[in-house]
């Protein structure tokens, strides 16, 4: 606990949360065939975004969505496979004000090739 305590005073404390967002059947399948090259962002929370993925760097496996990342946080969008949903995951490496912000900017992604579908 001391050396977690140590580290976060350091860097900031992270901060995750998800949220589900309600979405057609269409939607889903939009949210779910979005690709790396479809997205016109830039920045996400302010920050210049570093990678946007669509597999597992690891191995290479699909991750059944798409992930932002920036040097200090990332969010995630899937959609459900049994309810119309997408899940939206975002953690922020700074603070909870950080965190709304990258929310914010999913969501606006989210809504946007929503609006396509």
């Known amino acids: ?4 305590a140590a580290l976060t005073e350091r860097y900031g404390k992270p901060c995750y949360a998800r949220r589900d967002m309600p979405v057609t059947a269409a939607g889903r399948a939009a949210i779910g ?3 790396p090259a479809d997205l016109k962002l830039d920045t996400l929370a302010g920050e210049p975004v570093t990678a ?9 496996n699909g991750i059944g969505g ?3 990342l920036t040097d200090n946080g990332w969010f995630a969008v899937r959609p459900s496979g049994t309810e119309d949903i997408c899940k939206v995951y975002a953690e922020s490496l700074r603070d909870e004000a950080h965190l709304a912000r990258i929310q914010r900017d999913a969501q606006e992604l989210v809504e946007a090739v929503l609006a396509k579908a």
Do not use: E, M, N
């Not at 606990?1 to 977690?4: K, S, V």
């Not at 946007?52 to 290479?60: C, E, K």
């Open 66 to 68: 798409l992930k932002v």
């Open 33 to 35: 065939k979005l690709a």
């Open 1 to 4: 606990a001391a050396h977690y």
């Open 52 to 60: 946007v993925l669509t597999r597992a760097p690891g191995d290479g």
